[in-house]
Every structure is written in C-alpha cells, then in structure tokens.
C-alpha cells in the first residue's frame, strides 16, 4: 500500500511533468467506487483545465486546477499514477515486467486504467490505473474541501515534539497507536512507526501519557527522518513508475526493526519481537527499546 514516502516521490516525479499543461481531453473507464466523481462530469469539467500544482495532503495527492478546482487523486492499494509511455520495467509488477519484454504496449492502458488525460501540447497524458480499485478520484469545486482531508492530522513530514508531547498528553493507548492515528499525524504508516520508535529507542507499547517531552522530540525527529531517507531511496529508484505496494523503493533493504521477527538486532544482537498492537504487526528490540 502507497505511503506517505511513495506518494510524495510519485508527487516529486510528476509535479514538473504536469504544471503548466492544459487538459485537453479526459477518457474514464465505466463508473465505480473508483469515481467519486461520476466519469462523465470528469470528462466534461476537466477539458480545458490548467495544471497550477501538484500538492500532497498525508497520502492523498491535490492537482491544483484553475480558479481554485483541485482534483483529489488517492491511490488507495494498489493505485499508481504515471506518465504515459513510461518505461520503467524494474518497477512494474512481474506480469507486466513479461509483457514489456515482449515488446508489448499493453500497459499503457488496459482494463485497470480508469482515468486518461491528455494534455494541449500534444505531450504524454497522465495514467491512473488501479487493480483492485480501491484508489479515488474526486474533483473538488473552487472552496470546496472533502472529509478525508478535513480529517487529516498534521503532515507527518512537518511533525516536531511538542505537537506528539501534547496529542499524547492523557492518552493511554500505545505510543504506537497514536503515531497511527491520521488524524493527529497524517501519513505514518506501519512500516514508519516501528523504524521510528526503534531509532528513538521507545517500545511500541508504552503508553502515550508515559512518553516525555524529550521522548516526544526524539520520536519526532526520527519520524521525520525515516520518512525522508525513504522518500530520498524511492525517488532514486523509480523513475516514472510507482510501485503498486511499495515495496520496490530501496528503503526496505535498511529496515532495522519492521517484518525482522527472530532476525538478530543490528545495535545489541537481541532477538527482534513481534506483537500486535491494535491489529498491527509490531516489531521492536526488547533490549534498545524501553
Ligand atoms: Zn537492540
């Protein structure tokens, strides 16, 4: 499932390939949850419109359009968002990888691509082709917000201290838990939160309340850090493709703690635990972590 790293690298690749373009023409594929916005007012409102950004929300992507418009683009789980004609094979999943070895074009578009735009210039148009469908489109009118954003916490990449010292003030749920909750910090996911309270040395199940204000600026600061080393690995390794799981981008090789069960801790050579904390795997150093 795309992250916050992964939709921030696919924001970095494509931004520049899109502001400054006009839609031209907009092809959908038939209505589905998909379409939060029915396909054929995508296809009559966005003709004509310009791209004035590229911005991220937590895991959800805003094209800016003209006179405030914004088009929401969410990848859900399998999501991915591309330029057309990319050509990134190590990146696109093994049956597809055969395809292109075979010279065939059929990922450019294929029953899993539901939304297509091109653009004015005659350039290539941007894919959103999702498999399981469980990616959202959904233009927004100018003023207009969407319940998915309004939720959203503070930009994970934008978190300091004070901001986790004060939401976990009272709180009795795990340290973990609440790194989780989106709306105190939007685009943690599981992954981030183990590696993070593994380089801050907290143990994933201690209570919120019982983390200190120390505690809190260290967490924060390897939040952050963990999240930048990840984007700055998947934006080295993918070039118009994004990875339909994740899993493509070199960050996992650096995993210290997260799916690494029985495997030896790199800091003390402990056995590395996992628990579930409120239906999340957790991984953790019993011996680094307190
Ligand atoms: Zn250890």
Request: proline residues 6%; contains cysteine.
């Given at each position: ?5 992964e939709?921030?690298v696919?924001r ?6 899109l ?5 031209a ?18 296809e009559?409102?966005?003709v004509?419109?310009?791209?004035t950004?590229l911005?991220r ?24 968002l591309y330029?057309?004609g990319?050509r990134?094979p ?16 059929a990922?450019?578009?294929?029953p ?29 009118a ?11 916490g503070?930009?994970?990449l934008?978190?300091?201290?004070e ?5 976990s003030?009272?709180r009795k ?36 309340r ?10 924060a ?9 990840s ?9 118009d ?5 994740g ?19 790199g ?11 409120a ?7 019993p011996?680094?972590?307190?």
């Amino acid at each position: 499932m795309p992250e916050l790293p992964e939709v921030e690298v696919c924001r970095r690749l494509l931004a520049p390939k899109l502001v400054g373009r006009r839609i031209a023409s907009v092809r959908c594929g038939p209505p589905s949850y998909f379409f939060l916005t029915p396909p054929r007012r995508l296809e009559q409102s966005l003709v004509g419109e310009p791209v004035t950004a590229l911005e991220r929300q937590g895991k959800y992507l805003l094209m800016a359009l003209g006179e405030g418009r914004r088009l929401l683009l969410h990848l859900g789980m399998t999501g991915q968002l591309y330029i057309a004609g990319a050509r990134s094979p190590r990146l696109i999943r093994r049956v597809e990888r055969e395809r292109l070895a075979q010279g065939s074009a059929a990922v450019e578009s294929d029953p899993h691509t539901h939304l297509m735009l091109e653009f004015e210039d005659g350039g290539p148009g941007l894919r959103f082709r999702d498999v399981r469908k469980f990616g959202k489109v959904r233009l927004l009118a100018a003023g207009e917000s969407d319940s998915r954003l309004d939720k959203l916490g503070r930009d994970a990449l934008s978190v300091d201290g004070e901001l986790l010292f004060a939401a976990s003030r009272g709180r009795k749920v795990p340290i973990k838990t609440l790194l989780l909750d989106q709306g105190v910090l939007a685009g943690v996911g599981n992954i981030y939160a183990d590696e993070a309270l593994f380089l801050a040395g907290i143990r994933p199940t201690r209570p919120a309340r019982r983390v200190t204000r120390e505690q809190c600026a260290r967490l924060a600061e390897q939040v952050r850090r963990v999240l930048e080393r990840s984007i700055e690995t998947g934006g080295s390794s993918i070039s118009d493709y994004i990875a339909p799981d994740g899993n493509d981008g070199q960050f996992q090789n650096e995993r210290r703690v997260y799916a690494r069960e029985g495997e030896a801790c790199g800091t003390c050579a402990s056995v590395i635990k996992r628990i579930v904390i409120a239906t999340r795997s957790s991984h953790y150093c019993p011996r680094c972590q307190r």
